[in-house]
């Protein structure tokens, strides 16, 4: 009887074991797929908005290998330098893709409305993010992330309408805030707004405030002044991460 369970037991995790292999086989979840399929997704994402990507990797390889094989003249056995060259190669033609996805990621989705939380989701842990906390019907979004240097409201859209609505929102944050520092940034290419592309960093220089055991208080009493709202998703069909390389693309 107990040898029969046993059997039974091993049936289901066996069956388990597959469905859960074919639904990550099937799932469009970058979170789901392996280095190799995270690798080839990137590749092909990115090339659709980088026509240079294909000659910077195999540039970036050759000269690596290049330089190793040139060592390998010198310095024996060649043959171990040679290999050398072939796997920092490799790593090369990696690195140079995950910098190009960062570029192609917000060409992807620049001037779409949301396309600021791709920006933010460049931050570190450290860095609460909130997404959408105001949007009105013409798409002009606030969005919001609590961090070391303090609260930042950010808002996206129609430069006169959004002022107007990052200053309803800063005041509404006064009434929590307890002397934390509230920095609010528009994103757009025209003079006093932040580029898309510069908004993680903008905000990662912003002097540090206030300590990480500070940043959970505040979240706290944020999410009474938040209430019920609704989150506003980013622009669908995020592009992937890749394990290995630098996390310059966001999944889902």
């Given at each position: ?54 000659w910077l990797m195999l540039g970036g390889f050759i000269l690596t290998v290049a330089v190793f094989v ?129 908004l993680d960093k903008t905000i990662k220089k912003l002097p540090k405030t206030i300590k990480p055991s500070q940043v959970t208080e505040i979240v706290s009493r944020l999410k009474a002044l938040d209430g ?25």
């Open positions: 009887m107990a040898s029969e369970r046993a059997k039974q037991l091993a049936a289901q995790q066996k069956a388990a074991a597959k469905a859960e292999k074919l639904r990550k086989k099937n799932s469009d979840n970058p979170k789901d797929w392996g280095q190799g399929r995270q690798f080839i997704e990137a590749f092909k994402i990115t090339k659709q908005y980088d026509n240079a990507l294909v040139v060592i390998g003249l010198f310095v024996s056995p060649w043959w171990m330098w040679l290999i050398f060259g072939v796997l920092f190669g490799a790593l090369a033609a990696m690195y140079i893709l995950s910098w190009r996805a960062k570029g192609a990621m917000f060409k992807r989705y620049e001037g779409q409305a949301g396309s600021a939380e791709v920006g933010l989701n460049l931050l570190p842990k450290s860095w609460i993010k909130n997404p959408a906390i105001a949007v009105d019907r013409h798409q002009n979004i606030v969005h919001r992330v609590v961090g070391p240097g303090g609260i930042v409201l950010i808002g996206e859209g129609q430069p006169g309408r959004v002022r107007e609505m990052l200053a309803t929102q800063e005041k509404r944050h006064a009434a929590i805030k307890y002397n934390v520092i509230v920095t609010t940034l528009v994103v757009g290419d025209a003079a006093n707004q932040v580029p898309l592309t510069k019920g709202r609704p989150a506003m998703p980013i622009p669908k069909g995020p592009m992937p991460t890749m394990k290995g390389a630098r996390s310059a693309l966001r999944g889902h």
